[in-house]
């Protein structure tokens, strides 16, 4: 399942809006913008584009711990339960392999076309009118899993939440009705809080769509004292 | 009715006939989880609890604690294992070892608080549990793969490739059991623990293993070569807020900032500095990291100890395991000997001493021709080929291997040797055949810790701060960052003991009253919050803040341990609650060692302790002439009368029989352990 059935839930009819985003690469309008906020693009099939989000997770792969912290505080938070799999960021590591292609942190993009949110039939996965971040009305899911096999990445950052029975994602910790902070795109992150590297960060400005462009180097000489890289390709010894 | 940390339900699995059963958590709730819930289950579980650890009836608990898999600091990650050991000398006591990682959480989100592994399989099996669905499975064709092999093949069968290229997989048949892109959790055992070896631990990823004991030796002697867990279930928190609050706090006010911290050394890539500072990536101690890595933590830790190299050699390993090749002649080869003790799966501990092999050989003992036939390659001890000749000959049993794999206490007294070299501290085993750790006649909560109980106790929560602390700021040029007697103020305040005395570490101190009380505390302090509640041992407790931003020095500790486990379950359990319940099973434990054969008159050190004075300085603090001092504690011996005086005294202190060290019936039914009185006094091993 998820990521499996992906491809066959694509409508293949001329150019969708979902070929065109994942087509762009995630490089998109918004970067072609240089990082404006968008409010409304006419895209190919002329329908009225999404708000951009107003904020997004950056994180540093390369000053990840792998200690999860992130996604037991983002499953607490949200659910008041812990459990790795109903986190809506995704620290996936091999014990086995070499830095840095050891771990990777799957968060969401917040993409300024969101493939996710165009598939969705019933206006559930929606920008929030606010923080234009991707949200989901749980009351509104009715479960198609079509917002799952359309994000574009892998792993889907878009989720079946099987214990609740909807789907989810990150919505920048703005309903976390168990986390007695502020949160969302004019709040707080749990996780951006809690990661005890500091390998989370939050910023405003619509990130390059690319994979580097959420991957930041948040390493300074502090880091490079207790004897890890700070060059961003995390392949030099400091010093 | 699980209550909030606990998901309600233990799993039994009995490789002899195949049942797999269930077992209400609640019924050993009172024990809090891990160690006291596995004494408990053992207790119950095991008839005859005078069988070897090899015997079928033995029994492996693999627990998991309230914590487990939840935000709680440095305690989510640890999964305790209990079982008759293979390691101890003269006995294999029933023993303790655990290890960290992911394993304790992937088995809570299957909806399991542990694991009881009883029985013998008549072929190689591996336990493969997915949620609720639980198999044996059938284990041929991993039987002769390294422990790394072995996990790369259980991660692919359990997730039908899903984990190689990084997709959500189902686990179970349908979308409402659950996605996930998490590795299963493995624990097994490699070509040692197949061989059956004494030194047999079971790893996990790369660097977590279960050492101390030998349970890779009793895993192999089950046909057992792995287990495997995955899940997606949730465990319930009582007050998810209290708990997110008190993570937050704590971490800001004492954890290592690693963007701007309050300490730092004053020497780069110096990772053993973490000692005082708990800075990420100090698990290799004194070698500094040579090529380009990442910290990398066990679930929910907020120091992240390891550290993955871009070599990939050596990921995730940490402190002896880093310094078993310490006298290689550089990192890349003394990285490839430790590797080569996780993928055959043997406990370092065991195998440090190639030194003393080394000292034999030099002294015209052991080689060819020699007393001790041998062909090790001693002309090229120093190197990588003969580490590599060494771990070989012990995990296929060859030449000297064939002793050794029955652990060196015992290799040595097969050859003749255990006696005088144990004398005279040429081969420094202080206590039941286990490697010296700390200097035994000086840090005495270790050694008489270890004495009283089943193996070296390997807790060092005490041991960074009266050990280390002094002796690291020392190396880089430093002075104390904290006076001695401010130091045990503040260790006695936190502890809740009171009396600084008891951690004064003097000619006279550590036979004092005080030091009885000291090591009291630290028996039941570890046997619950560390042992049973899964506090790792390389972060708690926190009794002294080296990262104040405001110059107060008072650690976390006691407040934030309860804080976490009262909101996690709900309760509101008292420190002090805690360490009665750590009292319990520590008088439990003494109870099935007492049927094993235990006696005061056993609880002796080597000769060596008594008869040898220290000759490598140390740093702990001592009250001399009226004064606090951080002292070295050269010439040290210890003095058998006193040292059995302190035995009386302290046996008193548990409630235990001084003429045997037997627990009494009045104390046992005062713990709510009437029940285990009965046993021993049906087995004429009742206290008096």
Redesign the interface.
């Known amino acids: 399942m998820a990521d499996i059935d992906k491809k066959e839930s694509v409508a293949k009819a001329g150019v969708s809006r979902r070929e065109f985003f994942t087509g762009v690469g995630g490089l998109g309008v918004g970067a072609v913008l240089g990082g404006a906020l968008l409010k409304g693009i006419l895209l190919p099939d002329e329908v009225l584009a999404i708000p951009a989000s107003e904020g997004y997770l950056l994180v540093d792969t390369k000053k990840c711990g792998g200690c999860q912290t992130c996604m037991l505080t983002c499953s607490l938070a949200h659910y008041g339960r812990e459990n790795t799999t109903l986190s809506r960021i995704q620290v996936v590591q091999n014990s086995f392999a070499k830095f840095p292609d050891d771990l990777s942190i799957d968060q969401c993009r917040q993409c300024p076309y969101p493939s996710c949110v165009d598939a969705c039939p019933t206006g559930a996965m929606h920008a929030d009118p606010t923080t234009g971040a991707r949200m989901v009305d749980e009351e509104k899911c009715i479960g198609c899993e079509r917002c799952v096999n359309a994000c574009p990445f892998t792993p889907s950052r878009v989720q079946w939440n099987h214990e609740d029975q909807h789907a989810q994602k990150c919505d920048l910790c703005k309903n976390t009705p168990f986390w007695s902070e502020e949160g969302g795109a004019d709040g707080k992150q749990a996780c951006v809080e809690m990661c005890p590297m500091h390998a989370i960060t939050f910023t405003k400005d619509i990130p390059v769509q690319t994979d580097s462009g959420y991957e930041t180097n948040l390493r300074n000489s502090h880091w490079g004292h207790l004897g890890f890289p700070v060059d961003d390709a995390g392949e030099k010894m400091p010093g | 009715m699980a209550t909030g940390g606990y998901v309600g339900k233990i799993l039994y699995v009995n490789l002899t006939d195949g049942r797999i059963e269930e077992i209400e958590t609640s019924k050993y709730e009172q024990f809090g989880g891990g160690h006291g819930m596995g004494s408990a289950l053992f207790w119950d579980l095991v008839e005859d609890k005078t069988v070897d650890g090899y015997h079928p009836d033995n029994l492996i608990t693999m627990m998991t604690s309230p914590l487990s ?3 709680v ?1 440095s305690a ?1 990650g640890r999964t305790e294992c209990n079982f008759i050991g293979l390691i101890a000398y003269p006995i294999g006591w029933y023993t303790r070892s655990n290890f960290g990682g ?1 394993f304790s ?1 992937e088995l ?2 299957a909806g399991w608080d542990g694991i009881a592994i009883q029985g013998k399989s008549e072929t190689p099996v591996w336990i493969n549990i997915a949620n609720d669905k639980v198999t044996i499975e059938d284990a041929t064709d991993l039987w002769g793969l390294d422990t ?1 092999e072995t ?2 093949e259980i991660w692919s069968t359990v997730s039908k490739g899903n984990t190689d ?6 686990v179970g048949t349908g ?9 299963p959790a493995v624990a097994t055992i490699g070509k040692a623990g197949e061989n059956l070896n004494r030194n047999a631990c079971i790893l996990h ?3 977590n293993a279960a050492g101390q004991g030998g349970l890779g030796g009793v895993f192999g002697s089950k046909n057992l070569k792995a287990v495997s867990v995955i899940g ?6 009582a007050d ?2 209290a ?3 008190a ?2 706090e704590f ?1 800001d006010k004492f ?1 290592y900032n ?4 309050e300490m ?2 004053p020497v ?4 053993a500095y973490g000692a005082i500072t708990l ?3 100090f698990g290799p101690l004194y070698l ?17 100890c390891r550290r ?5 050699v050596s ?2 390993d940490q402190c002896v395991e880093s310094l078993f090749f310490i006298n290689g002649s550089n990192q890349i080869d003394q990285n490839k000997a430790t590797d080569l003790l996780d993928k055959a799966g043997l406990n370092v501990y065991d195998v440090f001493n190639h030194s003393y092999l080394y000292a034999l050989n030099q002294m015209g003992i052991m080689g060819p021709g020699m007393e001790i036939e041998s062909s090790l390659p001693f002309e090229k001890y120093g190197t990588i080929e003969f580490m590599e000749a060494y771990v070989d000959c012990i995990i296929n049993r060859t030449d000297i291997g064939a002793d050794l794999a029955e652990g060196m206490a015992r290799a040595a007294k097969k050859w003749g040797r255990w006696e005088i070299d144990t004398a005279s501290g040429l081969l420094d085993r202080p206590n039941w055949g286990f490697c010296q750790h700390y200097e035994p006649r000086l840090e005495v909560e270790w050694s008489y810790g270890s004495i009283l109980g089943d193996r070296d106790i390997n807790e060092h929560g005490l041991n960074f701060y009266v050990h280390w602390h002094s002796i690291i700021r020392g190396m880089v040029g430093q002075e104390p960052a904290i006076s001695a007697e401010d130091m045990v103020n503040l260790i006695a305040e936190g502890t809740g003991v009171g009396d600084p005395m008891g951690w004064d570490y003097s000619e006279e101190g550590i036979y004092g009253d005080p030091k009885v009380q000291a090591i009291s505390w630290h028996r039941h302090y570890t046997r619950f919050w560390k042992q049973s509640l899964a506090f790792c041992d390389w972060a708690w407790p926190n009794f002294i803040n080296f990262n104040s931003a405001d110059g107060d020095m008072s650690g976390a500790s006691p407040e934030f341990e309860v804080r976490f486990y009262n909101a996690v379950t709900g309760k509101s359990l008292t420190w002090e609650e805690g360490l009665e319940i750590g009292h319990k099973i520590w008088t439990l434990d003494k109870a099935i060692w007492t049927l094993q054969g235990r006696h005061r008159d056993l609880e002796v050190f080597a000769d060596y302790v008594y008869d040898v004075p220290t000759e490598a300085p140390d740093g702990l603090p001592m009250f001399i002439d009226g004064k606090w001092e951080y002292n070295a504690g050269l010439g040290r011996t210890l003095d058998r009368d006193k040292f059995e005086d302190f035995k009386t005294r302290f046996y008193a202190n548990e409630g235990w029989d001084t003429a045997t060290g037997w627990p009494t019936r009045a104390t046992l039914e005062a713990l709510d352990l009437g029940y285990v009185a009965d046993e021993l006094e049906s087995n004429g091993k009742l206290g008096a």
């Open positions: 898999g939840t935000l600091p989510s992911r959480g809570k989100y790394y996990q790369e290229d990084g997709t959500w997989y189902g979308r409402d059991s659950g996605r996930t892109l998490q590795k990823d790369a660097g997606t279930g949730s465990v319930e928190i998810p807020a708990l997110i609050a993570r937050k971490q954890a690693v963007d701007a911290p730092e050394s780069p890539n110096f990772p800075s990420p990536g500094p990291t040579h090529v380009p890595s990442r910290p990398q933590g066990c679930i929910g830790c907020y120091k992240n993955r190299l871009s070599t990939g990921n995730e």
